[in-house]
Every structure is written in structure tokens, then in C-alpha cells.
């Protein structure tokens, strides 16, 4: 006969506080930033991103900004994919969260936010000006 093995109920409450309270209070307070708290947030992991991660974001950021679905479907089956079995990787979270405050932010903001983010690498900003332009809606942000 096996003996069952019983866990104490304080490991087994702190597992789940760890794993399921504690990412939603990050989360949480994550989406109660203001508008410029998370842009600052954004600017900062981009600069943290490596080339890879940064093309990555490209046809994800190009998308937002020419209101029209990017020419390569993947993007669009990758953003829908559900990762239940596991988790997220943390550039996976912070593009899940700039799509989330994207939605939110009024033009002005979403023209601060492309502004700064063109200063920070010229590499990127040529890429994405070169993809901004299969798009009309942005012509005077990128001639700024």
C-alpha cells in the first residue's frame, strides 16, 4: 500500500499567494499606471530588449500604428495563441501589456510614445518608419 504523502496547509497556501495572487496584484498595478508611468515602463524595456526581442516588437508596434492587420499573419495566430500549459516569457507579459495600454492611450499619447521611442534606436526607427509607410494614416507623425 502507498502511503500518501500530506503537504502542511502553510506551504500549500503559500504556493498558491505565489502563484496566483501575487502575479495579479503586479498585474493590477501594473494597469493602474497613468499614461506617462507607462511609457517610461515601455521605453525602459525596450532599451532592455535584445535585437531579436526588438524585431520581434516591430510588426507588433507596426500594426497599432497602421490600424490595418500586419501583412504576416503569424503575428496575428501568435497573439491569440493561448499559453495554458506554460507561462508567459517576460517580454511575452510586457507586449501583452502595451497592447493592453495602447488601447487606452488618446492619439496624442500614442504620438509621444512613437516619438520617443524613434530616439532611442535608429536601426529600429528606419525599420519602422520603412513599415509605417505601407500605411497612410501616420505620414505627418513619421515626417516629424
Same mark, same amino acid.
Given at each position: 500500500?502507498t502511503?500518501?504523502?500530506? #503537504?502542511?496547509?502553510?506551504?500549500?497556501?503559500?504556493?498558491?499567494?505565489?502563484?496566483? /495572487?501575487?502575479?495579479?496584484?503586479? #498585474?493590477?498595478?501594473?494597469t493602474?499606471?497613468?499614461?506617462?508611468?507607462?511609457?517610461?515602463?515601455?521605453? @525602459? &524595456?525596450?532599451?532592455?530588449w535584445?535585437?531579436?526581442?526588438?524585431? $520581434?516588437?516591430?510588426? /507588433?508596434?507596426s500594426?497599432?500604428?497602421?490600424?490595418?492587420?500586419?501583412?504576416?499573419?503569424?503575428?496575428?495566430? /501568435?497573439?491569440? #495563441?493561448?499559453? @495554458?500549459?506554460?507561462?508567459?516569457?517576460l517580454? @511575452?507579459?510586457? #507586449?501583452?501589456?502595451?497592447?493592453?495600454w495602447?488601447?487606452? &492611450?488618446?492619439?496624442?499619447?500614442?504620438?509621444?510614445?512613437?516619438?520617443r521611442?524613434?530616439? /532611442?534606436? $535608429?536601426?529600429?526607427? $528606419?525599420?519602422?518608419?520603412?513599415?509605417? @509607410?505601407?500605411?497612410?494614416?501616420?505620414?505627418?507623425?513619421?515626417?516629424?
Amino acid at each position: 500500500m502507498t502511503a500518501v504523502k500530506t #503537504v502542511p496547509y502553510a506551504t500549500t497556501k503559500k504556493f498558491f499567494v505565489d502563484r496566483f /495572487i501575487s502575479p495579479l496584484k503586479t #498585474v493590477t498595478a501594473m494597469t493602474m499606471l497613468g499614461v506617462d508611468e507607462q511609457i517610461r515602463y515601455l521605453l @525602459q &524595456w525596450f532599451n532592455e530588449w535584445s535585437e531579436l526581442q526588438r524585431s $520581434d516588437f516591430l510588426p /507588433i508596434i507596426s500594426e497599432k500604428y497602421s490600424n490595418k492587420p500586419y501583412v504576416n499573419g503569424i503575428v496575428n495566430n /501568435i497573439a491569440n #495563441v493561448s499559453c @495554458q500549459e506554460k507561462p508567459m516569457s517576460l517580454f @511575452q507579459c510586457r #507586449v501583452k501589456l502595451f497592447r493592453e495600454w495602447f488601447n487606452l &492611450w488618446n492619439m496624442e499619447q500614442r504620438d509621444v510614445f512613437l516619438k520617443r521611442l524613434m530616439e /532611442i534606436d $535608429d536601426v529600429f526607427t $528606419d525599420k519602422l518608419k520603412h513599415e509605417l @509607410q505601407n500605411g497612410a494614416d501616420n505620414q505627418e507623425i513619421l515626417e516629424d
